[in-house]
């Protein structure tokens, strides 16, 4: 019989909504960023108008 550890799937579950969490406000960032020109210089591929700088925390601590 194959046992699961609890510990390690919960630990697998908190890094992965982090992962999905940290990309879908990277556009809404007051940092962001698009360079037509230089696409890999850019921050996002997508950028929004409205912006929330608390978004920069979250992405700044979950860069860290």
Aim: glycine share 6%; proline share 2%; charged share 15%.
């Amino acid at each position: 019989m194959r046992k699961n550890n609890h510990a390690i799937g919960f630990l697998r579950l908190c890094l992965i909504v982090a992962v999905v969490l940290h990309h879908s406000v990277l556009a809404y960032c007051v940092f962001g960023h698009f360079d037509h020109h230089a696409y890999l210089l850019s921050s996002a591929p997508i950028i929004d108008r409205q912006r929330w700088g608390g978004f920069d925390l979250l992405v700044r601590w979950n860069d860290t």
